[in-house]
């Protein structure tokens, strides 16, 4: 069993097979590689569905390895791709002349709806002029925070969201590589639990359960700690606040949140959602609430306080409480 390489990459796909229910994207993906006239593309889809991995595949099948360190720019966009980036960087990049026999030169841009507005115009004016052997693969979540004239040269590839079924099986092929003695009568459970902390995104399931491993949390399994390393609420925790919200006791509900020390505001509304049902929410204020509840993820992900979003998430839910 070895830990020391990070298991998403020892088990990442090696080719268009091995990518895990996207077979829409991927048959489409493989008439384009068939040939080096392929458009530029954009994959846009949840985290972890292996848009990735897929990429690396593509560039793989024209480069070979010791081409990868001239032919090959992969960047995460929200870290790196500012104004400056774009006209140095990016701009010598596309332009040295040294490309070979025909082949090809790949730019990877992850995460590239964070690209702030402006840095897109300048990237799609690159894109526009870069000669036919360059070709660019830009990755998101989001495909409408990408500007248009960029979405309109490139094919558009939609990857969607893992099934349970199909990330339990990449993890219980994982753990049989790996040797991993996980208690039988718990089993079961273990993988649902590692599902639902995942939200469909195979690449965390996978880093949580060698998270648990390198913690040494197999052998008594327990899922509260589970829980509480993956930034969620431990079962005792939301127990007491529930009693708490059903209280209507907003300072007892806020001063638990604020004693949890591993406290993930967007795991915390994944969780909370799974639990309406036990606060005793009138029924007909239920999705005028879950609307709420979307519109506080939305900002936080926006980069809003956590904490005035939180706070005024357990108001919202205690005013909706029956009485």
Same mark, same amino acid.
């Given at each position: ?186 089993? +079961? ?6 599902? *639902?902390? &995942?939200?469909?995104?195979? =690449?965390?399931? #996978? $880093? %949580? !359960? ?44 806020? +001063? ?6 591993? *406290?993930? &505001?967007?795991?915390?509304? =994944?969780?909370? #959602? $799974? %639990? !309406? ?47």
């Amino acid at each position: 069993m070895g830990l020391e390489i990070p298991w998403v990459e020892k088990y990442r796909p090696r080719s268009f097979f091995d990518i895990v229910s996207q077979n829409l994207a991927i048959s489409n993906i493989k008439e384009f590689v068939r040939n080096s006239n392929m458009p530029h593309m954009i994959f846009t889809g949840p985290a972890g569905t292996g848009k990735t991995s897929t990429a690396l595949i593509i560039v793989n099948n024209f480069l070979k390895e010791e081409e990868l360190s001239t032919n090959l720019l992969e960047l995460n966009a929200s870290d790196t791709v500012r104004i400056d980036f774009v006209r140095d960087v990016l701009k010598n990049f596309v332009n040295q002349n040294i490309i070979k026999n025909g082949s090809l030169k790949f730019v990877i841009l992850d995460e590239a709806d964070n690209i702030p507005g402006q840095v897109q115009q300048a990237l799609r004016r690159i894109i526009e002029k870069a000669s036919v052997n360059i070709k660019f693969i830009l990755l998101c979540n989001y495909i409408n925070r990408i500007i248009d004239p960029i979405i309109s040269r490139c094919a558009v590839f939609r990857f969607v969201k893992l099934p349970k079924e199909k990330i339990i099986e990449r993890l219980k092929f994982i753990v049989k590589e790996e040797k991993l003695k996980i208690p039988e009568d718990k089993s +079961e459970k273990f993988y649902e639990h590692l599902f *639902f902390i &995942s939200g469909g995104d195979l =690449r965390k399931a #996978i $880093n %949580t !359960l060698q998270m648990a491993v390198a913690l040494e949390l197999l052998s008594s399994l327990d899922f509260n700690e589970i829980l509480k390393i993956s930034g969620f609420l431990d079962k005792g925790t939301m127990d007491k606040l529930i009693i708490a919200l059903k209280n209507k006791d907003f300072m007892k509900s806020i +001063e638990i949140i604020n004693s949890i020390e591993t *406290f993930d &505001s967007r795991n915390f509304i =994944r969780q909370l #959602i $799974n %639990t !309406l049902s036990d606060i005793n929410i009138d029924p007909n204020k239920v999705p005028a609430l879950r609307s709420y509840i979307a519109d506080v993820d939305y900002r936080i992900s926006q980069g809003a306080d956590e904490n005035i979003q939180v706070s005024a998430l357990i108001a919202e839910i205690i005013e909706k409480i029956k009485e």
